[in-house]
């Protein structure tokens, strides 16, 4: 199972609105990426978890809440969310932070609409 | 810091053309070097790696060796399909840097 599953696929929420995006991996993978995603931009980086640890927190605002219930799953806590921040989010993951050669699986993405 | 230079696209080709894509990087340390491709409306798929200098990576066709005395990864490949019309990211990797570092992507289209 080489897969990262992301739900939901598309989200529409509104300013006020209190939304939740969801990654999952079974692949024993111990790091966990979220990234965001403009149109015909490539991805960036915002949180890097690490053994379920909060390792790089690449500046976002506190709109955006990241957790790591476990190892294998990965959220993205959303509250009052600006329009700028319609984007593909995508969840990653990787064995490791540290080997060689360390590839990341990205799953297929959450299109999130802020009205 | 690390950053990828890729070629600007669109990329136009017919089918059964031969395509490069262009990709430079700047790195400190021994960087990991991919291909991710990504279809339209869909996440990012690994397409190739190469992990040390003079590695080959290949996949589904497609070639790229990492060049360390020209700091290069070129994406290649023989005969292209309407099958292949996606944008395509060139990125480095170093474990002390905790991330990958993505080109700005290149979108190719091939025509019947």
């Known amino acids: 199972d080489t897969e990262v599953t992301q739900t939901p696929k598309h989200l529409v929420m509104g300013m006020t609105n209190k939304k939740s995006l969801k990654c999952e991996q079974h692949?024993?993978?111990?790091?966990m990426y979220w990234y965001k995603q403009k149109a015909k931009k490539p991805p960036e980086l915002m949180f890097v978890y690490s053994y379920e640890k909060l390792s790089i927190n690449e500046s976002v605002p506190s709109r955006f809440s990241p957790e790591c219930p476990n190892s294998s799953l990965l959220n993205l806590h959303l509250h009052a969310l600006q329009p700028e921040d319609s984007a593909l989010y995508l969840c990653?993951?990787?064995?490791?932070?540290w080997g060689a050669g360390t590839e990341a699986f990205f799953g297929q993405g959450t299109r999130l609409t802020v009205v | 810091g690390n950053s990828v230079t890729q070629m600007e696209g669109p990329v136009t080709l017919s089918e059964e053309a031969f395509l490069t894509i262009n990709c430079t990087y700047t790195a400190t340390g021994y960087p990991s070097l991919f291909w991710y491709v990504q279809y339209p409306g869909e996440g990012l798929q690994l397409l190739l790696k190469?992990?040390?200098?003079?590695d080959k990576g290949s996949n589904k066709g497609f070639e790229a060796t990492y060049r360390k005395e020209t700091t290069s990864f070129h994406l290649e490949k023989g005969s292209v399909q309407v099958s292949d019309s996606a944008v395509y990211f060139c990125a480095l990797f170093t474990g002390g840097g905790n991330k990958l570092t993505f080109g700005t992507g290149t979108q190719l289209k091939v025509e019947l």
């Open positions: 692949m024993g993978h111990r790091a």
């Open positions: 990653a993951s990787s064995q490791d932070l």
């Open positions: 190469a992990t040390k200098a003079d």
